[in-house]
T-cell receptor, first 115, second 115 residues
């Protein structure tokens, strides 16, 4: 158990819909990361938050948005869903930032299927 | 921007054979991390290398960080079926490379082991 909690574990929805994925980081970790993993693909970095502020952006689509709340949990919002958005979405957390990032602790992921 | 290339993409071995995966960064790294993702699982941190030329061992796994801090390798001696999974490297760019401590994952090497 990494200490990172993601909900829901599985989600099936239709094209055009909107979903919200939730992540609770490991206790004490201030950084939260979101990654997308499609079939046979690596880990595509989406976005990073540190203590409530956005710190880095990857290849995140404009249809996607995220935030980190004062209690440090984070949500990833995916809207106007397309078939290609079907993937495993991982949340990860770490203690620090920048040079003090440390190891990332990954949640078990949220598997999104868009039909 | 910073790119991290990892080869090979796939490797199939007979149980007992050795395995090596290589990671190369386009910019100098502050450190490099390695993760393992079992089939159906989430990435799990294995190790972090920080110093130029550093070599670390974990039982049958040997991790190396290049002298120029731009490349790394993971070598598994006498593979076992429990080694099956995808191995990812993740490089933390340093400030001199312009990547400002951004963590970039390689695409991973999927290792399968024939018993």
């Amino acid at each position: 158990d990494s200490g990172v909690t993601q909900t829901p574990k599985h989600l099936i929805t239709a094209t055009g819909q909107r979903v919200t994925l939730r992540c609770s980081p490991r206790s004490g970790d201030l950084s939260v990361y979101w990654y997308q993993q499609s079939l046979d693909q690596g880990l595509q970095f989406l976005i990073q938050y540190y203590n409530g502020e956005e710190r880095a952006k990857g290849n995140i689509l404009e249809r996607f948005s995220a935030q980190q709340f004062p209690d440090l949990h984070s949500e990833l919002n995916l809207s106007s869903l397309e078939l290609g958005d079907s993937a495993l979405y991982f949340c990860a957390s770490s203690v620090g930032l920048g040079e003090d990032t440390g190891e990332l602790f990954f949640g078990e992921g949220s598997r999104l299927t868009v039909l | 921007g910073q790119q991290v290339m990892q080869i090979p993409q796939y490797q199939h071995v007979q149980e007992g054979e050795d395995f090596t995966t290589y990671c190369n960064s386009s910019t100098t790294l502050s450190n490099i991390q390695w993760y393992k993702q079992r089939p159906g699982g989430h990435p799990v941190f294995l190790i972090q290398l920080v110093k130029s030329g550093e070599v670390k061992k974990q039982k049958r796994l040997t991790f190396q960080f290049g002298e120029a801090k731009k490349n790394s390798s993971l070598h598994i001696t006498a593979t076992q079926t429990t080694d099956v999974g995808t191995y990812f490297c993740a490089g933390l760019g340093d400030r001199s490379g312009g990547s400002n401590y951004k963590l970039t994952f390689g695409k991973g090497t999927l290792l399968t082991v024939n018993p």
